[in-house]
């Protein structure tokens, strides 16, 4: 098996792997969601319903790029898959780990700082698409966007709560 197809094939695992164990932790307590303060800034809730498929097929798409279109070949191109999986698989154990600290945990300052992590991790991932294809590191933006987001929600709902 090429290193190409196990790179877009790990991807598509790790994305899998953060939209199952997401939505399972998010959905253990809605009544307790539903009690807290809203910061101000949070958007509607059917945003959360277009933004994260977005992200989630942006991964797979920047992914599929980046196991494609690596650049530099050889020794370059295994450092850039390298960099993708490391840091996407440590992206989504923090952001993982954001869904259980809220959810189930209830550790709210923790969370916060798991997406920071989350966000954090998620520089290298624009680079090394950005480099791979201009528009797989531009669909990522949003995403890392959104993140940032997310952990500033995350703050506001701990000092609201």
Do not use: K
């Not at 997401?22 to 809203?38: D, F, K, N, Q, T």
């Amino acid at each position: 098996m090429s290193a190409r197809v196990v790179v877009g094939a790990a991807t598509a695992v790790l994305v899998v792997v953060y939209a199952v164990g997401a939505g399972w932790w998010v959905s253990v307590e809605p009544g307790w969601y539903r009690s807290l303060v809203r910061p101000w800034w949070q958007p509607p809730d059917a945003v959360f319903g277009i933004v994260w498929p977005y992200n989630f097929a942006a991964l797979v798409a920047a992914g599929v790029a980046v196991a494609s279109h690596a650049p530099g070949g050889g020794r370059a191109a295994a450092v850039a898959w390298a960099v993708w999986l490391g840091c996407l698989a440590g992206s989504v154990a923090a952001a993982l780990a954001w869904a259980r600290l809220f959810y189930v945990s209830h550790s709210l300052v923790a969370s916060g700082w798991a997406l920071v992590g989350a966000a954090a991790l998620t520089v290298p991932l624009v680079v090394v698409a950005w480099r791979a294809r201009t528009w797989a590191g531009l669909a990522l933006l949003p995403y890392q966007l959104w993140l940032c987001v997310a952990a500033s929600l995350a703050f506001g709902y701990a000092a609201r709560n």
